[in-house]
């Protein structure tokens, strides 16, 4: 499965944005979905994700402010963001795996796009 990420850009602090992620290649139905940052000087964290039953799980410094959801009629998957904060400023990675129970981990994640920057300020 391909992966493209659109839709960032910056934002204001307490601002919206919503990222969307389109697959080709292979239905995201057969794949639990996540949504990953890269945080300058931090490591890769998981903020979202869609396992493969459909259970939404979202991190702790997201918790209420993200919303992951995805379109299987159109392959897509997206990721709203609410209430955005100088700390949530990264570049935003879609990215799929056909199975795995730790949907926060990075290195789980075989598929990635080639991400969108999302700078809050």
């Known amino acids: 499965v391909q992966l493209v990420e659109s839709g960032g850009g910056s934002v204001q602090v307490g601002g919206s944005l919503t990222v969307s992620c389109v697959a080709s290649?292979?239905?995201?139905?057969?794949?639990?979905m996540g949504w990953l940052r890269q945080i300058p000087d931090r490591e890769r964290e998981g903020v979202a994700g869609?396992?493969?039953?459909?259970?939404?799980s979202y991190h702790d410094s997201v918790k209420g402010r993200y919303t992951i959801s995805k379109d299987n009629a159109k392959n897509t998957v997206y990721l709203q963001m609410n209430s955005l904060e100088p700390e949530d400023t990264g570049m935003y990675y879609c990215?799929?795996?056909?199975?795995?129970?730790?949907?926060?981990?990075?290195?789980?994640?075989?598929?990635w796009g080639q991400g969108t920057q999302v700078t809050v300020s």
């Open positions: 990215t799929a795996t056909f199975y795995t129970t730790r949907v926060f981990q990075w290195d789980e994640y075989t598929y």
């Open positions: 869609i396992d493969n039953d459909g259970e939404l």
């Open positions: 290649g292979d239905t995201i139905g057969r794949y639990c």
